[in-house]
C-alpha cells in the first residue's frame, strides 16, 4: 500500500549536532540534562565549540518523522525554512538524498541562520537538547503552498514551531488545504513546555483542526492540567477522534472514538534516546496511512521508536518493514 497515501510534514527544518558527554560536562556547562533548551546565537557557538565528538544529521522532530516514512517507502515531504547557508545546502541535499521531497529551497534573504540543535548524549542514553530557533522558526503561511496538498494525504505537524505566531499561521494554512484535499491533519505535542506555554492555543488546536494527536504521559497531563493521566486522555479523546500517548516504558495508550487499545513495550537502556518519539510516529503514522488497525498502529509505533534507541542518531539503521514482519505486523 505504500506510495498511496502522501504523507507531509511541517516543522523546524533543523541540523542536529550530537555528542557523547558525561553529566559532569552537562554540569561545568550548565546544561539542564533531559530537556530541550533554547539557546540564543552566541551560546549556541559556545556549546558548538565545547563539543568531543560531533555527528551532524538533518534533523528536526517532525523532519526525523518523516525520513521514517519515507525508509518504509512512503511518499514524502517536509515544508521548513532553510536559510542559504551552509548548513541550510546540506539540509536541503539530505532531504533530497533520502527521498524526501523538499519545497522551499534555501533562503538567500532569511534574517537568521540555519537552525541548529546541539545535543548531548549522556552514558543513560538521555539526551539533553540545546536548540538555537534560527531561520527554521520563521516559517509562516507564505512558505505553505497549495500544490503540495493536492490529492490529500495526512499531514503532520510540530508542536515546537509553535513559539511564533508566523508558526501558528502556518500550521492552520496547511491543516485548511489538507482537510480541502480529503486528508488528514495531527501534531505531535512535542515537549511538556511546549504545552505549558500554549495550553489554550493547543487544546483549540487539538479540538478544532486536529483528527489525530500524539503526546506523551507528561506532555497530556501538562495540557490539561491534571495529576492523572486517565483524567488528562479522557478529555482529549473528548476533544480529537484519535488519542496517542507513549509511556516511556510502559505500554502505548491509543484511543480512537470508543475504542482503546494499548502497545506493550519492551523496557531496555537506550544507547541514544534521540528520535525515540519521532520514531514511534513514524510507524504510528505508517499504521493509518496504509489502513491499519489502531491496535496494529500503535504496535508499529513501538517498534520503530525501539529500533532507534538502540543506536546513536534520530533515524532507523535497521529495516524497519522487516522488523514489522518479524513482529507479525505484516
Not at 517532525?62 to 551552509?86: E, R, S, W, Y
Not at 515537549?191 to 487544546?203: G, I, L, M
Request: glycine share 12%.
Amino acid at each position: 500500500m505504500s506510495k498511496e497515501v502522501k504523507v507531509i510534514g511541517i516543522g523546524n527544518a533543523i541540523v542536529d549536532v550530537i555528542s557523547h558527554a558525561e553529566d559532569t560536562f552537562l554540569d561545568h556547562m550548565g546544561i539542564e540534562k533531559g530537556i530541550m533548551q533554547l539557546v540564543d546565537r552566541e551560546r549556541a557557538e559556545v556549546l558548538y565549540a565545547a563539543m568531543s565528538d560531533r555527528t551532524e544529521a538533518a534533523g528536526g522532530s517532525v523532519a526525523n518523522t518523516i525520513a521514517g516514512l519515507g525508509a518504509l517507502g512512503l511518499d514524502t515531504a517536509f515544508i521548513g525554512k532553510v536559510k542559504d547557508d551552509a548548513l541550510g545546502r546540506f539540509y536541503a541535499k539530505s532531504l533530497d538524498a533520502a527521498g524526501t521531497g523538499f519545497p522551499n529551497a534555501p533562503v538567500v534573504a532569511a534574517d537568521a541562520p540555519t537552525s541548529r540543535s546541539m545535543i548531548f548524549v549522556s552514558p543513560d542514553g538521555e539526551r539533553s537538547m540545546n536548540t538555537y530557533l534560527g531561520a527554521g522558526a520563521d516559517l509562516n503561511s507564505g512558505d505553505v503552498s497549495a500544490e503540495v496538498f493536492s490529492g490529500g494525504g495526512i499531514l503532520f505537524l510540530e508542536g515546537y514551531l509553535f513559539d511564533k505566531d508566523e508558526g501558528k499561521s502556518a500550521f492552520l494554512e496547511a491543516s485548511r488545504l489538507m482537510h480541502q484535499a480529503g486528508g488528514m491533519s495531527g501534531i505531535t505535542l512535542s515537549d511538556p513546555f511546549c504545552c505549558d506555554r500554549h495550553r489554550v492555543d493547543f487544546q483549540r488546536l487539538v479540538a478544532d483542526e486536529m483528527d489525530f494527536t500524539i503526546g506523551n504521559r507528561d506532555e497530556w497531563m501538562t495540557l490539561y492540567q491534571t495529576d492523572t493521566l486517565d483524567a488528562a486522555l479522557a478529555q482529549a479523546s473528548a476533544a480529537c477522534e484519535t488519542v496517542v500517548c507513549t509511556c516511556s516504558g510502559d505500554p502505548v495508550i491509543a484511543i480512537r472514538g470508543g475504542e482503546r487499545v494499548e502497545a506493550p513495550v519492551t523496557k531496555v537502556t537506550p544507547v541514544d534516546a534521540t528520535g525515540a518519539g519521532d520514531q514511534f510516529a513514524a510507524g504510528f503514522l505508517y499504521g493509518l496511512a496504509t489502513g491499519q488497525t489502531l491496535e496494529t498502529a500503535a504496535r508499529m509505533g513501538v517498534v520503530s521508536g525501539a529500533e532507534v534507541v538502540g543506536h546513536i542518531g534520530p533515524r532507523p539503521a535497521q529495516d524497519i518493514k522487516a522488523l514489522f514482519a518479524k513482529a507479525g505486523l505484516i
